[in-house]
Nanobody, 124 residues
Framework: QVQLVESGGGLVQAGGSLRLSCAAS????????MGWFRQAPGKEREFVAA????????RYADSVKGRFTISRDNAKNTVYLQMNSLKPEDTAAYYC?????????????????WGQGTQVTVSS
């Protein structure tokens, strides 16, 4: 069992930056692939980024490539999402997720555990 708690969301102006963190419980964090997803009101949950257990493989949605960076610190049981050059369309609740598979999947149903989410609002 893995419990995930996100933090770092908030209100930022367009062009600004935020860093989201996701703290995981459990001693097997390093064996999980981790992902970030987001969901805006009235829209489906969408993939943002994912990282393999070792950090050696990452995957990004086209909409965030070059602006967002996913990373992890297995010693701290934490995964991060650095978000730069934020746009109003990045406004959403951001969710951290964990899966036991090896590949950084972009599909929500392949993830086993989810956090409660943190809100990111980007003003124009």
């Amino acid at each position: 069992q893995v419990q995930l708690v996100e933090s770092g969301g908030g209100l930022v102006q367009a062009g600004g930056s935020l860093r989201l963190s996701c703290a995981a419980s459990g001693r097997t964090f390093s064996s999980y692939t981790m992902g970030w997803f987001r969901q805006a009101p009235g829209k489906e949950r969408e993939f943002v980024a994912a990282i393999s257990w070792s950090g050696g493989r990452t995957r990004y949605a086209d909409s965030v490539k070059g602006r967002f960076t996913i990373s992890r610190d297995n010693a701290k049981n934490t995964v991060y999402l650095q978000m730069n050059s934020l746009k109003p369309e990045d406004t959403a609740a951001y969710y951290c997720a964990a899966r036991s598979g090896l590949s950084p999947s972009n599909t929500p149903f392949t993830y086993d555990y989810w956090g409660q989410g943190t809100q990111v609002t980007v003003s124009s």
